[in-house]
């Protein structure tokens, strides 16, 4: 199924339409969105008809030192495109974004994943703790300053 | 696994927080116990009874019975679980060991093939497996994960040998090792095992209460005089 990537300036104007003030900036094919409005651009990518993002492939994190970015993967499969939305959280320490599994129930154990390796935590996952390692585990193994 | 998981409101993770917390004492009491390797198994016997003719007749028999019919665990962890399986199917045959009967109970089985990497979050479990297989028993470590880390070697959540919780008498090097290589092994321990002799052995503690032994002398400030993990004489 080819599967054509939304570019990001397209993406970020059906944003700023349907979450207003929740487009921080865009670049090719990503779009950067406002931390608090997360779960708004969720409910919004997937309820509206001509996004219709059904899917979520992923989410990751990515650690910049300064700050750390949460990636999006998104696919629909009935308009066969996909998108990428990323967050950006400054600091270091008790870093939350609000969570995506009222929106795809799929994102249960990949932000439990997140918070495990790279220590961001989703505020109203139902489930919110390690997945991986065990309790007890001091740190977050995939930080750049882990060792 | 005493905690339980309490009836009150709120999300899943604060009511099961105890039994989390339990395991992950466990796991890292047994991360923080086992920084050597363990012996390899070895019974010795007392030297009047060394040669005794109808002894080393019988032990030749029991042995020859013993290596004729073992039976491993179903127990793969990662890759080298799928050469393991394919060792066990009719290209390999492993049924010509009379070892066919993967048991999916470790009171079954004589034989652990550890095949794969060992997370210390999974230690616990191979531990118990172990300690629920029924004497005399044997463990084969299938590749490097297993023997040493591998790859892995230095990370923060492997094991840098299973023979770090439990001991080991046979290592097959590869990565994963082919069928070949496994079935090579298996012909070790055989040899291994008509070795064994079945007179003067005592009953050996689980592993599990051996490891805290091996600590609590450790901090004691004993030095490292290397205790014989076996429990033996």
Known sequence: MPVRALTGEDLAQRLSEGVPASVERWEDEVVWVDPSKVEHVARFLRDDSSLDFQFLNAISAIDFIEYFDVVYHLTSFRLKHSAVIKTRVHGRESLSVPSVYHVWQGADFQEREVWDLMGVQFDGHPNMKRIMLWEGFEGHPLRKDFL | ?233
């Not at chain 2, 016997?45 to 290596?67: E, F, H, M, Y």
């Not at chain 2, 010509?96 to 993967?102: D, Q, S």
């Open chain 2, 1 to 233: 696994m005493s905690a339980e998981i309490s009836n009150t409101d709120g999300p899943l993770n604060s009511r099961t927080w105890e039994i989390d917390r339990e395991e992950g004492r466990t796991v890292q009491g047994l991360k923080d116990a086992s920084i050597e390797p363990l012996a390899e198994p070895f019974i010795q016997v007392p030297d009047d009874l060394q040669g005794n003719l109808v002894v080393t007749s019988v032990d030749a028999l029991i042995n020859w019975s013993r290596k004729a019919a073992l039976w491993p665990v179903t127990f793969g962890l990662a890759c080298c679980a799928f050469e393991m399986i394919a060792t066990a199917m009719g290209r390999f045959d492993i049924a010509r060991f009379g070892m066919e009967a993967f048991r999916a109970s470790p009171r079954q089985a004589d034989l652990m093939i550890v095949a794969g990497t060992v997370t210390w979050k999974m230690a616990p479990a191979i531990q118990r497996i172990y300690d629920q297989m029924a004497d005399p028993k044997w463990v084969i470590s299938m590749g490097v994960c297993a023997t040493s880390g591998g790859p892995y070697y230095g990370s923060y959540s492997v094991v840098p040998g299973v023979d770090h919780i439990i001991p080991v008498d046979v290592y097959v090097p590869g990565c994963p090792p082919r069928p070949d290589a496994l079935l090579f092994g298996i012909m070790e321990l055989h040899e291994k095992i008509k070795k064994y002799r079945n007179i003067g052995k005592s009953a050996r503690p689980p592993i599990s209460e051996q490891v805290t032994r091996q600590t609590t002398q450790l901090d004691d400030g004993v030095p490292g005089s290397p205790t014989n993990s076996q429990g033996n004489p």
